[in-house]
C-alpha cells in the first residue's frame, strides 16, 4: 500500500526517516558483526594477514612510489589491517606520506559544517615523530595541513569495515573520510584496506558516503564496479 514502505521516498525524492532510520541501523549492526569477528582473530592470523595485504598493497603501488608521488594513509589501531609497514616502506622510497590529525590535548582543530573537527594532515617523517591525539591515535609531530591538504594525494589509503566490489564503503561512522574525500583530487585513486571476509555483496549507505575504486585484502585486490570483480582479482601494477 502506498506510504507503508519503510524504504520509500518522498516527493522529492528524499528519503524519508524510515528509510534513514533502517539504514542506520543496518549499519550499526553491520559494525557490531565485524568488531566482533576482528576480536575473534588470532594474533598470528593477524599478522599473517597484514604480512600478505602489504605484500598486495606494495605491488599496487608499484614502480609510483618514488619522489614525487603523494599518498594520504593512515596509521592503523590494534583491530585495524595493519599500516605501519606499509607507511614505512613509503616514507623509505622518497614517498610524501600524510596522515590524519584528530587533534589531543596540546591540539584543537576548528570543526566543518558538520560541527565535528575537520578533516587536517601531516606529513609523516618517522616513527620517532608519532604522538598519541584524540582516540588513542597515533598522528604526525610537525605543521598541521589543513583539509584541502589531500587534494595533492595521488592515491588516497584509506581504512573501513567493509565494502562491496561495487565501491560502497562502511566506515566508522564519524564520517571522517567522507568528509576528507571532498577535498581530494576526482583523480586521486581511492583504496581501502580490509581483512577478506570484510568484503561483502551490499553495504548499507546514504547520499552522503563517498565510495572507494580499490579494495585490497589479504587474499584479493578488487577493481571496483568491474564484472566479476567479487569472484576474481584484479592485479594492477
Known amino acids: 500500500m502506498p506510504g507503508t514502505d519503510p524504504v520509500a521516498t518522498q516527493g522529492d525524492g528524499t528519503p524519508t526517516a524510515h528509510r534513514v532510520r533502517a539504514i542506520l541501523?543496518?549499519?550499526q549492526i553491520l559494525r557490531e558483526a565485524v568488531a566482533e569477528s576482528r576480536s575473534l582473530s588470532s594474533s598470528a592470523s593477524r599478522e599473517a594477514a597484514d604480512t600478505s595485504r602489504t605484500e598486495r598493497a606494495q605491488t599496487f603501488v608499484g614502480e609510483l612510489a618514488r619522489p614525487g608521488l603523494t599518498v594520504s594513509?593512515?596509521?592503523?589501531?590494534?583491530?585495524?589491517?595493519?599500516?605501519?609497514?606499509?607507511?614505512?616502506?613509503?616514507?623509505?622510497?622518497?614517498?610524501?606520506?600524510?596522515?590524519?590529525?584528530?587533534?589531543?590535548d596540546e591540539v584543537t582543530l576548528p570543526v566543518d559544517d558538520s560541527g565535528r573537527a575537520a578533516p587536517h594532515w601531516a606529513a609523516y617523517s618517522g616513527p620517532e615523530t608519532l604522538q598519541t591525539g584524540t582516540y588513542g591515535i597515533?598522528?604526525?609531530?610537525?605543521?598541521?595541513?589543513p583539509p584541502e591538504a589531500i587534494n595533492e594525494a595521488h592515491m588516497i589509503i584509506c581504512p573501513g569495515l567493509a565494502a562491496s566490489t561495487d565501491g560502497s564503503r562502511l566506515g566508522r561512522g564519524g564520517a571522517w573520510y567522507d568528509r576528507a574525500f571532498g577535498f581530494a583530487s576526482d583523480t586521486a585513486a581511492r583504496?581501502?584496506?580490509?581483512?577478506?571476509?570484510?568484503?561483502?555483496?551490499?553495504?548499507?549507505?546514504?547520499?552522503?558516503?563517498?565510495?572507494?575504486?580499490?579494495?585490497?585484502?589479504?587474499?584479493?585486490t578488487i577493481v571496483c564496479g568491474?564484472?566479476?570483480s567479487g569472484t576474481a582479482s584484479e592485479e594492477l601494477a
Do not use: F, M
Not at 597515533?138 to 595541513?145: F, T
Open 138 to 145: 597515533l598522528q604526525p609531530e610537525g605543521e598541521v595541513l
Open 191 to 220: 583504496v581501502c584496506l580490509l581483512n577478506d571476509n570484510e568484503v561483502i555483496s551490499s553495504v548499507p549507505t546514504e547520499s552522503s558516503d563517498r565510495g572507494i575504486d580499490v579494495i585490497i585484502t589479504e587474499a584479493r
Open 226 to 228: 568491474l564484472p566479476d
Open 73 to 104: 594513509a593512515y596509521l592503523s589501531t590494534d583491530d585495524e589491517p595493519g599500516t605501519l609497514e606499509l607507511v614505512t616502506w613509503l616514507h623509505s622510497l622518497g614517498v610524501t606520506v600524510l596522515l590524519p590529525v584528530v587533534g589531543s
Open 25 to 27: 541501523r543496518a549499519k
